[in-house]
T-cell receptor, first 113, second 111 residues
Framework: DTEVTQTPKHLVMGMTNKKSLKCEQHMGHRAMYWYKQKAKKPPELMFVYSYEKLSINESVPSRFSPECPNSSLLNLHLHALQPEDSALYLC????????????FGQGTRLTVV | DQQVKQNSPSLSVQEGRISILNCDYTNSMFDYFLWYKKYPAEGPTFLISISSIKDKNEDGRFTVFLNKSAKHLSLHIVPSQPGDSAVYFCATTSGTYKYIFGTGTRLKVLA
């Protein structure tokens, strides 16, 4: 099983809303990631969790708040987003070692109105 | 500052022929490279990887070649199939947990 499951697949939210994106994997991976992808651009790293602790924050605005409640789950809490935050949000996981492949979920298409 | 570059934004190939996708990187310290395939509105799917101790890695129809002196890698798909039509990203881990992606090449395999 090499599946990373993200919910919801699509989300439309207003600029004053609070919402959460969810990601789950059961591969025993202890590294989990959030990426953001805009149209016709490569995925850009936002956050990395290693053994449930935040290890990398790529200077992401505080309106994005990650959470890793256990080794299988990763959340991204959203609050007071801007229309320019509309994008495909991708979750990924990997073994907690360097030089290994990461497996990606199918993404959440977020639209901020 | 794009550390991983794919200079061909698009490529069209006839079914059954070879597809060659290219990727250049800037940092000679990068030592692990991956190729991902992506369909619209889906996440990237891992295809194949290569470590800098090798210059070639093969998996079925997919072969990745690494030229460290030129800081260049390529993905060969033989034979190409219509289902291979997608955007292909090369990536590196840059020796950290950061996966850095190239700009992508859209491959279209013509039936």
């Amino acid at each position: 099983d090499t599946e990373v499951t993200q919910t919801p697949k699509h989300l439309v939210m207003g600029m004053t809303n609070k919402k959460s994106l969810k990601c789950e994997q059961h591969m025993g991976h202890r590294a989990m990631y959030w990426y953001k992808q805009k149209a016709k651009k490569p995925p850009e790293l936002m956050f990395v969790y290693s053994y449930e602790k935040l290890s990398i924050n790529e200077s992401v605005p505080s309106r994005f708040s990650p959470e890793c409640p256990n080794s299988s789950l990763l959340n991204l809490h959203l609050h007071a987003l801007q229309p320019e935050d509309s994008a495909l949000y991708l979750c990924a996981s990997s073994r907690p070692i360097l030089n290994t492949e990461a497996f990606f979920g199918q993404g959440t298409r977020l639209t901020v109105v | 500052d794009q550390q991983v570059k794919q200079n061909s934004p698009s490529l069209s190939v006839q079914e059954g022929r070879i597809s060659i996708l290219n990727c250049d990187y800037t940092n000679s310290m990068f030592d692990y490279f991956l190729w991902y395939k992506k369909y619209p509105a889906e996440g990237p799917t891992f295809l194949i990887s290569i470590s800098s101790i090798k210059d070639k890695n093969e998996d079925g129809r997919f072969t990745v070649f690494l030229n460290k002196s030129a800081k260049h890698l390529s993905l060969h798909i033989v034979p190409s199939q219509p289902g291979d039509s997608a955007v292909y990203f090369c990536a590196t881990t840059s020796g950290t947990y950061k996966y850095i992606f190239g700009t992508g090449t859209r491959l279209k395999v013509l039936a």
